[in-house]
């Protein structure tokens, strides 16, 4: 058997890796395979182990497996992360608020104040034992199955300086009686936790975003519809459809399934699937899609595909699954965590023993304070801080400069990219329908006629009418009378004024109607049509007076923004649902080599994926539901802020101005904030090396200098200030 | 447009449930709907053309009884 369920309590990367290597031993298990930012396991397994047993394992070490049916699993699953989500954020208002107090009293009055180590130590205890109870029950358990985490290093850490300030707040005269202080460190252990925790919160956040995407997307059905059964009409619920029942679709209506046009006609808007602007004629025998939406004129479509089976199910079930398909560099820190901690306990333990075993005088003394040092001094305050102070400063800058970082991978990922697939439609495109080019017979007195041109299409409702409507509306009052207008579907329309009768349409219309056209038009019509724009023809009586064209505007700013993303290296594609013709001329003015038509929604992300397998790091820009599987599946996902809300949420990052030139932007960002984030970890780890040696006494056989655990505290205080400061450098770069 | 009423043995919803795709995916048909009421349990259909035989072999080949009654 080999199964998917959902997991809830995962905090790091680590955890993922643990219960991968507890389970993988355990007989009758074939399989794990546990994807952390999914918060999923996928279990193979065979008959010598149930599925309660393996439940009860992962129990054991600190996870619960949801078991039952996907749709239970998938609601008591955002059940239980609500749950840990409030909790959570209680935790770490509650720690602030005692903390902040700590912070103030060792920071500012020092011994000022009477009993202070003891009021410190009751303030510290809530925060510990409460807030951060959750690493030492983590560590517990991690240390029983002979494994550590992050969890264990902030556990470990916090712990002995609370126990060591414990003992020298109850028994000072210990340490005086030596000739040392016994300094207390209440407010590394709560800061710690505090900070940490405030951590974990932010990613928590994140994490339940990606689930908002599906849940958008799922609600692109309606939750009623209105059907024939037997003849008369009825309202039933969306999940009562069958097969093969007639719908009765109203202008605005959503489609709730995929289905074929039995009765009517209508313009459907199909953007959010096929990519393409203009919404398009729906007559008996077209096919329809669930989550489009019909926009003027009733029909009535049989269902073909319903449920599971509909385009739009197949489209979320792939934008979950490349969702659950994310690497996780994460568990990089938490892999050096993992060799970290034990080497920091094993060289705590070897001071210990060379104290104990080696030193000429007060041995125990300096055994029990040498370890204790090196336990403070290491503690992982500054390598926790590296990079989420510099994603978080990183953030704050895009977000400045409309750059929206959802995900701080996509963050950590965006300088790697070699290779960039764009949407046409929307994305390098304005997304909708708009008049290019009016033309005119030479003969023609033009400012009437644009009236009549204004005064019919007004009536007729078809989306290109609409977009020349817009236009002539800019510089023309309507301010003519037109008689006997009629819509011919799928053809144009026409009307007559002041006798003479005028058409407007498609040269089919013209044909039709015996209309000529002069060579000189025709010439014109024929250029624009090769540069992918649609043609509507303009007809006095039997001639044809002028021409527009309509078409999808390239925006402003795309053509300068691909040339600079070519500049730096990065190879472009360009995908679009949109026919052969108009891609191409489309990549040909911005001047893009690679590009493919007819490109289906889940289609897109295999090309996505294909790609990755190449080695190539990729990101897709993309604004429509139908680029939401490849920007969820593309290694940096970036969502134009004009677009869909579901690709929005699919993606790492959403530009606020629908501006290809914003990408270069999130690219110079994420540069300057991996350098940030590699000069705080060299930071963090020089301090380290060179801090543990000299806490464990290195020095003491050469000049007698021992660190003063106080100073430690300090030093280890001092280098995350450092690594703050150099992260919220980065606030000043420059990105341009 | 032509309405033509059948005699049938369609029983139940059931049998309605069953025999939705077929009729609604006949492309003559416009409408219909059975009489569960009446004794001859009447199915009338809204035709487009004259072509009763679709109808009379679809509903046949659900395993029912038809036969055109007007």
Same mark, same amino acid.
């Given at each position: ?25 355990q007989? &009758? ?49 955002e ?19 005692f903390?902040i ?15 202070e ?26 240390l ?7 969890d ?49 919160f ?16 799922? &609600? ?9 059964r ?5 309202? *039933?619920?969306y ?12 202008? =605005?209506?959503?489609?709730?399934? $995929? ?25 008996? &025998? ?26 739009l199910?197949?489209?979320i ?15 990089m ?15 705590? *333990? ?14 125990l ?7 204790i ?8 305050c ?15 800058? =895009? ?59 007004s ?13 002539l ?31 407007i349409g ?15 038009l ?7 049509k090769?540069?992918?724009?649609t ?64 490109v ?7 090309f ?11 990101a897709m820009?993309? $604004?429509?539901?139908n ?9 940096? =996902? ?13 993606a790492?990052i ?5 501006d ?11 540069k ?48 995350? *200030?450092?690594?703050?400061?150099n992260?919220?450098?980065l ?6 | 447009?032509?309405?033509v009423?059948?005699?049938t ?13 077929? @009729? ?7 409408s219909?709907?059975?009489? @569960? ?24 080949? @659900? ?8």
């Amino acid at each position: 058997m080999k199964e998917q369920y959902k997991i809830a309590g995962m905090t790091c990367a680590a955890c993922a890796v643990s219960i991968e290597s507890y389970l993988k031993p355990q007989d &009758g298990i074939l399989e794990v395979a546990v994807n952390y930012p999914n918060q999923s396991v996928t279990i193979e397994y065979d008959n010598k182990i149930a599925l309660e047993t393996i439940q009860q394992k992962i129990k054991e070490i600190g996870y619960t497996l949801i078991l039952g049916t996907s749709q239970d699993t998938q609601k008591a699953f955002e059940e239980l992360e609500e749950k840990r989500l409030a909790s959570l954020k209680s935790k770490l208002v509650f720690s602030a608020i005692f903390s902040i107090p700590i912070f103030v009293m060792a920071m500012f009055f020092m011994g000022k104040i009477p009993y202070e180590n003891w009021i410190m130590m009751a303030l510290s205890l809530p925060v510990l034992f409460w807030s951060g109870a959750e690493f030492y029950t983590i560590a517990w358990k991690k240390l029983k199955h002979f494994s550590a985490n992050m969890d264990t290093l902030v556990a470990l850490s916090t712990g002995i300086a609370f126990l060591f300030s414990v003992f020298n707040t109850v028994n000072p005269q210990y340490f005086l009686s030596k000739g040392l202080m016994p300094h207390v460190y209440y407010e590394s252990a709560v800061i710690i936790i505090t900070l940490i925790l405030l951590g974990r919160f932010l990613e928590e956040k994140a994490k339940s975003k990606t689930s908002s995407a599906i849940k958008k997307l799922m &609600g692109l059905t309606p939750k009623k519809v209105m059907v024939i059964r037997n003849g008369e009409e009825s309202i *039933i619920n969306y999940d009562e459809i069958l097969k093969g029942e007639l719908i009765i679709l109203k202008p =605005g209506d959503k489609v709730p399934v $995929d289905g074929k046009v039995k009765k009517g006609t209508s313009f459907i808007d199909e953007s959010m699937i096929s990519g393409e602007p203009i919404p398009l004629e729906k007559t008996k &025998g077209s096919k329809v899609f669930a989550g489009t939406i019909n926009q003027k004129g009733a029909l009535r479509i049989i269902a073909t595909k319903v449920g599971n089976e509909t385009l739009l199910s197949q489209i979320i079930k792939l934008v979950e699954q490349a969702q659950s398909s994310k690497p996780a560099i994460q568990k990089m820190a938490d892999k050096v965590a993992g060799i970290f901690v034990p080497i920091v306990i094993g060289l705590a *333990i070897l001071t210990f023993a060379l104290w104990y075993f080696l030193a000429p005088e007060a041995s125990l003394t300096y055994a029990l304070l040498t370890p204790i040092t090196v336990l403070i001094i290491a503690c992982p305050c500054a390598l926790g801080l590296a990079t989420p102070t510099a994603l978080m400063v990183g953030i704050g800058k =895009g977000a400045e400069q409309g750059i929206l970082i959802k995900d701080a991978q996509s963050l950590e990922t965006a300088y790697k990219i070699d290779t960039l697939i764009l949407d046409k439609t929307g994305t390098i495109t304005e997304g909708k329908p708009q008049v290019t080019n009016i033309i005119w017979d030479e003969n023609i007195i033009s400012d009437t006629l644009e009236k009549v041109v204004l005064a019919i299409e007004s009536e007729s409702e078809h989306p290109i009418a609409e977009a020349i409507v817009q236009h002539l509306k800019a510089s023309k009052t309507p301010g003519v009378t037109i008689e006997a207008f009629q819509s011919i579907t799928g053809l144009g329309a026409e009307a007559t004024f002041e006798n003479t009768m005028y058409r407007i349409g498609n040269e089919n219309l013209m044909l039709q109607h015996k209309i000529n056209t002069p060579h000189a038009l025709d010439q014109k019509a024929n250029a624009l049509k090769l540069e992918a724009k649609t043609v509507v023809y303009i007809s006095q009586q039997d001639t044809v007076v002028g021409i527009i064209a309509v078409a999808d505007k390239i925006k402003a700013t795309t053509i300068s923004a691909i040339k600079k993303l070519q500049k730096i290296g990065v190879n472009i594609h360009m995908l679009t649902g949109d026919n052969e013709q108009t891609a191409k001329a489309i990549a040909q003015q911005v001047g893009i080599k690679q590009f493919q038509a007819n490109v289906m929604p889940a289609e897109k992300g295999k090309f996505v994926e294909q790609l990755q397998k190449q080695g190539k790091v990729v990101a897709m820009a993309g $604004d429509g539901i139908n680029d939401a599987h490849a920007l969820a599946q593309a290694d940096v =996902g970036i969502a134009m802020g004009s677009g869909t809300d579901i690709a929005m949420e699919s993606a790492g990052i959403t530009l606020m101005q629908s501006d290809l030139k914003q990408i270069v932007k999130a690219v110079q960002l994420s540069k300057a904030t991996m350098q940030t984030i590699k000069q705080n970890l060299f930071w963090a780890f020089i301090y380290n090396l060179i801090a543990i040696p000299i806490a464990a006494g290195i020095l003491y056989p050469f000049n007698g200098f021992l660190l003063n655990p106080m100073i430690a505290g300090a030093a280890m205080s001092m280098s995350s *200030i450092s690594v703050l400061a150099n992260s919220l450098r980065l606030k000043n770069s420059v990105i341009n | 447009m032509t309405i033509v009423k059948y005699k049938t043995n369609i029983q139940c919803t059931g049998c309605i449930k069953s025999l939705t795709p077929v @009729l609604n995916n006949l492309d003559n048909i416009d409408s219909w709907k059975v009489d @569960l009421e009446s004794s001859n349990r009447i199915l009338e259909v809204d035709l487009d053309d004259n072509d009763k035989e679709t109808v009379f072999n679809a509903v046949k080949g @659900l395993g029912f009884e038809i036969e055109e009654i007007s």
